[in-house]
């Protein structure tokens, strides 16, 4: 069984900054691709930044040259700094795993950005 638990959420004021950890156990095969999402309130949930095992990544529009997803591959955990936190990046931030045709998620952590 694939468990994903995440930390790091909070409140934070516009501007400020927070980094979210995502720690994946049970069966990881070294082949996979590691993300997060998010859902505000009333919105679908979207793909905020992804990772593979290899290193490469791959962006939403919104949050490009503000987060920066990385990853320790010895730890199966991923990681995203979140720089320059805006009103509308408030929401439920969810970590994602898949391996091959499986895919996993995490319970999700509230972000805040207010003032």
């Known amino acids: 069984q694939v468990q994903l638990v995440e930390s790091g959420g909070g409140l934070v004021q516009p501007g400020g900054s927070l980094r979210l950890s995502c720690a994946a156990s049970g069966k990881i095969f070294r082949i996979n691709v590691m993300g997060w999402y998010r859902q505000a309130p009333g919105k679908q949930r979207d793909l905020v930044a992804v990772i593979t095992s290899g290193g490469s990544t791959n962006y939403a529009d919104a949050v490009t040259g503000r987060f920066t997803i990385s990853r320790d591959n010895a730890k199966n955990t991923v990681y995203l700094q979140m720089n320059s936190l805006k009103p509308e990046d408030t929401a439920v931030y969810y970590c994602?795993?898949?391996?091959?045709?499986?895919?996993?998620w995490g319970q999700g952590t509230q972000v805040t950005v207010s003032s």
């Open positions: 994602n795993l898949k391996l091959g045709y499986n895919v996993y």
